[in-house]
Structures are given as structure tokens and as C-alpha cells.
């Protein structure tokens, strides 16, 4: 298989990947927003989470197949969610808050686009750069 054709089948896998933790991101921030009534960014803060975690397990295993360290690979997407985090945070709370007052869900949209993209090149290009199809198949 060309490098192009992998690369492009490892873009997909991604992709399915993301919308799958992007559901998991909506629904348990859903839960939280609509049933638990906790602080917007609290929950926001807590759906990301478990958005990570299940992204990341997934893509190391099936889309980058790598062998790498897994509490290295782990810091490295920890370092990108300490700057995107705090981020995403600010400008949710600013973008929901009175003085803009966007609806919650366009700006976890927004948002949630603007992760897949920086974290898809930040995984490829950082957290699994060279140890892409190292694992054992």
C-alpha cells in the first residue's frame, strides 16, 4: 500500500474515531448540562475528559498502530490539553456568557471542530511521529 493510501485510510480512521469520542463528549455533556444541572464549564471540563480518553485510546491502537510508550504518548496529549483546555475553556465561557451569550451547544460544536483538527496534526506530527505501525498486528 502507497504511503499516500495509509495515510489517507489513517485520516478516516481518525476522523471515525473523533465522531465517535465527539458523541461521547455530547451525550455525557448533555447529561451533565441537562440532568445533573452542573456549571457549564464543569461540564465541559468532564465530557472533554472522557472524550481524550477514549480518543486516544482508540487512535494509538487502531489508527496510528503504535508501539510507543503509552504514559509518554499519554503526557504528550496531557501537554496539548494543558494549553487547548484552558483555552477552549476561556473562550466557552466567554462566548456563552451574558455579554456575547452564543448558545452552549454552537460553541461545543465550534469547539469540538477546532479540537479534531489541532489534535489530529498534534498526534501525527508530535505524540506518534515516529513510532507510527510499530505495533504488532
Known amino acids: 500500500m502507497t504511503e499516500a493510501k495509509k495515510e489517507f485510510l489513517r485520516s478516516v480512521k481518525f476522523a471515525l474515531f473523533s465522531v465517535s469520542a465527539g458523541i461521547i463528549q455530547v451525550l455525557s455533556f448533555t447529561f451533565f448540562e441537562e440532568v445533573l444541572h452542573i456549571t457549564h464549564w464543569v461540564s465541559y471540563l468532564a465530557s472533554l475528559s472522557l472524550s481524550v480518553l477514549w480518543n486516544f485510546t482508540l487512535n494509538r491502537k487502531f489508527t496510528?498502530?503504535?508501539?510507543?510508550?503509552?504514559?509518554?504518548?499519554?503526557?504528550?496529549?496531557?501537554?496539548?490539553?494543558?494549553?487547548?483546555?484552558?483555552?477552549?475553556?476561556?473562550?466557552?465561557?466567554?462566548l456563552t456568557?451574558?455579554?456575547?451569550?452564543l448558545n452552549e451547544y454552537v460553541v461545543l460544536i465550534g469547539t469540538m471542530l477546532i479540537n479534531f483538527v489541532s489534535e489530529y496534526l498534534f498526534q501525527r506530527f508530535v505524540v506518534?511521529?515516529?513510532?507510527?505501525?510499530?505495533?504488532?498486528?
Open 97 to 101: 456568557g451574558s455579554k456575547v451569550g
Open 128 to 137: 506518534f511521529k515516529n513510532s507510527i505501525d510499530t505495533a504488532k498486528k
Open 64 to 94: 496510528f498502530h503504535s508501539a510507543s510508550n503509552v504514559p509518554i504518548a499519554m503526557l504528550k496529549v496531557a501537554g496539548f490539553y494543558l494549553v487547548f483546555t484552558p483555552l477552549s475553556t476561556w473562550w466557552t465561557a466567554v
